[in-house]
């Protein structure tokens, strides 16, 4: 196992760092718990773009033709000219609202849901149910659940060729694929890694994934297929996701904070302890987002 260089602070002063996507040359994120969407150059200069839920558990994407997604109690669609629409109707899946969200490369959207009441974590993790479920809305407007059951889904990756889905399922401490139909339906669910501890995820043209490893509380570990931590970096804080982008896609970003459970989220808003992390990848990115 390789340890990579030590990152560097590219931005510092977020509430909680998440969904970071490469996009138009900079890093856009979203601020959770301010409910802003900020974009990030590579020489630390940032601009609030745009704005999202006040609340946590809403993802960015973008569709093919540049339109942004926004998840939240909703999946919203912003328009050229700035109006909010709704993109599709998600009511019959899942009351509780949308966190996670990827479009592939064929402008498949999928969305997931904790599928419960946030404030209710703490008893559904010892619980150890899995309430949690995936979306899928095709170009043609159709949205369906295609996966369920699913241990508190967090980030989503497509792989390249939009043959294979990976979700992180952050209760269960594992990374799950499933083969992607050509109507987008997802079948063969398997194990992909286990045990880690992932959140936002992102893949490498090695077929790893970028996540925390599980294996101590602050570290982001690159993973390959089957669990083995081919590398990894320690950090001072908890790694909430992860990117590569870039000119070449090699540039790994790392959304930090400090996170003291969800009993402490005011406390940790209010601190301004989130950070971006840069450090140079062994692997370009590939796939979605």
Known sequence: MAALAKPR??????????????????????????????????????????RGPKALGWSIGWLPDGRMLITGEELMRVESDGERVSHADLGHISPYGWNELTVDGRGNVYVNTINFDFADFNAVLTTGKAPGKIALVTPDGEAREVASEIAFPNGMVVTPDNATLIVAESFAQRLTAFDIASDGSLSNRRTWAEPVGPDGIC????????????????????????????DR?????????????????????????????????????????????????????????
Do not use: Y
């Not at 043209?205 to 101590?216: K, R, T």
């Not at 909430?240 to 790994?252: E, I, K, N, Q, V």
């Open 9 to 50: 602070v590219l931005l510092e002063g977020l509430a909680i760092g998440e969904s970071p996507r490469w996009h138009d040359g900079r890093l856009w994120l979203c601020n959770w718990g301010v409910g802003e969407i900020v974009a990030v150059g590579l020489d630390g200069s940032s601009e609030v773009m745009a």
């Open 203 to 230: 893949l490498d043209a090695d077929g790893c994934i970028w996540a925390s490893s599980g294996a101590m509380v602050n570290d982001c570990a690159r993973i390959r297929k089957g669990g083995e931590v081919l």
């Open 233 to 289: 970096i320690e950090l001072d804080r908890s790694c909430f996701a992860t990117m590569l982008g870039g000119p070449d896609r090699r540039t790994l970003f790392m959304l930090v904070a400090d996170w003291g459970g969800p009993e402490s989220v005011d406390d940790v808003i209010a601190a301004r302890t989130g950070q971006v992390l840069v450090v140079d990848a062994p692997a370009s990115g590939v796939g979605w987002p």
